[in-house]
């Protein structure tokens, strides 16, 4: 029996061909350390291979592809997968993944001499615990003169990346808490890979004065979580 199915291992691996009486696990097992992922662009997971023992490793042809995730050993979202053996003769690879921002599975796709098999994890929400905006400068003259980028980093409690989706109101008032209705431009103000962004100018207001820019993180629902943060804006006059 030993025979036949190193035999068959050799017809697969020199051949790379496919038949209905070989499977992919007859050529390797998948498996992993963790069933879910957290949406935060930093958690990470192990997916290991474990080859039959019958093979020879100098004849495994074998890659991966990843889907909403990126690998660890690689700037492609291809790897190709260099096998060991192990002192007990173990034929194995681990492959390390790491997490998106984005709430779906995280998918690896693996190809062993053109056999395929795909695996996937669980993806959990990073919910957001902080907002810091950051701006390109702290002061913009009036009536449209100049503009300053914002940007809003979106943490978690643990200081991760916050998952896609969640939106981000902002508000521009005086001092006094009135209204500015400045203009603002290039918003995209709904999560994306734990940041948002917005061009601002505060257009024909008085300068020599400070106003507020406020951003407040919505739920799923659209209402306020209580994470806010504010930044303050000094309006010259350039005439």
């Not at 051949?15 to 070989?22: K, L, M, N, R």
């Not at 069933?35 to 890659?63: H, Q």
């Not at 492609?76 to 599975?105: F, H, M, Q, W, Y």
């Not at 810091?132 to 003169?145: C, E, K, T, Y």
Request: glycine share 6%; with cysteine.
């Amino acid at each position: 029996m030993k025979k036949l199915i190193y035999t068959l291992f050799v017809i697969v691996f020199v051949f790379a061909c496919s038949t209905e009486d070989i499977r992919f696990n007859d050529l390797a097992i998948i498996t992993k350390n963790k069933d879910v992922i957290k949406a935060d662009g930093f958690d990470s997971a192990i997916f290991t291979v474990r080859f039959n023992t019958e093979s020879n490793i100098n004849l495994i042809n074998a890659k991966a592809q990843i889907v909403n995730g990126r690998f660890v050993d690689s700037e492609t979202n291809e790897l190709k997968i260099e096998p060991i053996k192990d002192p007990d003769g173990v034929i194995r690879a681990n492959i390390g993944v790491i997490s998106s921002t984005i709430v779906d599975s995280l998918q690896v796709i693996f190809n062993i001499n053109e056999f395929k098999t795909i695996s996937k994890l669980g993806s959990v929400k990073s919910v957001p615990a902080t907002i810091n905006l950051q701006a390109s400068a702290f002061s913009v003259p009036n009536n449209f003169d100049d503009e300053i980028s914002i940007t809003g980093i979106i943490l978690n409690i643990e200081g991760k990346k916050a998952s896609n989706g969640y939106q981000v109101v902002i508000n521009d008032t005086f001092e006094n808490g009135a209204a500015v209705n400045g203009l603002f431009r290039e918003t995209s103000l709904v999560t994306n890979n734990g940041q948002v962004s917005f061009i601002y100018s505060p257009g024909p207001v008085n300068p020599e004065q400070f106003i507020n820019l406020t951003a407040t993180v919505l739920d799923e629902e659209g209402s306020p979580m209580g994470i806010m943060n504010q930044i303050q804006i000094y309006i010259t006059n350039n005439d």
